[in-house]
């Protein structure tokens, strides 16, 4: 096992938050590189999705859930990084599309554990607010881009910081 759950989440959440921050904060510069940052993003997310998954969870629906998950998450980026030169819309889909893979897939996991397991909450937030993120970009994809970068770039620093909310609370369980 060569990382932990702890430090597993921790670095999900970091690289999360990190991305929304340069999402926000260069938005049309964003937009322009969005394509390969995202398709980075999401492998290495998908990869610490399984590995999390793989660490964490007994064999069963929520290692199995998480391992699918993860392994739909570096699809996502493969395709993204395959074809760079795929147009905003293909890519505001494809953001979408993860983002409601990812907070089924977490609400799926947060109703297989104990609700009153330290994280579920959390998980299940995540899962709502990923949810909502991706209906509000399918409802209406021409609101322009920028718009959709901001909003993404929000969306992940506060995922991030449920992310990282998450293994603080869960840190004495799987220590």
Do not use: K
Not at 130 to 151: D, E, M, Q, T, Y
């Amino acid at each position: 096992m060569w990382l932990g759950t702890f430090r597993t989440l921790i670095m999900r959440g970091f690289f999360t938050a990190l991305f929304g921050c340069l999402l926000v904060g260069w938005p049309r510069t964003s937009l322009a590189a969005l394509i390969l940052v995202f398709g980075v993003f999401a492998l290495i997310d998908g990869a610490l999705i399984i590995v999390a998954a793989l660490n964490r969870w007994p064999a069963g629906p929520a290692r199995a859930i998480s391992v699918v998950a993860g392994g739909l998450a570096m699809l996502a980026g493969f395709a993204m990084l395959a074809w760079p030169a795929a147009t905003e819309m293909v890519l505001l889909v494809i953001v979408a599309l993860r983002a409601v893979v990812i907070g089924v897939a977490e609400l799926m996991i947060a109703t297989h554990i104990d609700r009153h397991a330290p994280g579920a909450w959390v998980m299940a937030s995540m899962g709502v607010l990923s949810i909502v993120v991706a209906a509000l970009l399918l409802a209406n994809p021409a609101a322009g881009l920028l718009v959709v970068v901001r909003v993404f770039g929000l969306y992940a620093v506060v995922v991030g910081l449920l992310t990282v909310a998450e293994a603080w609370v869960t840190q004495s369980r799987y220590a």
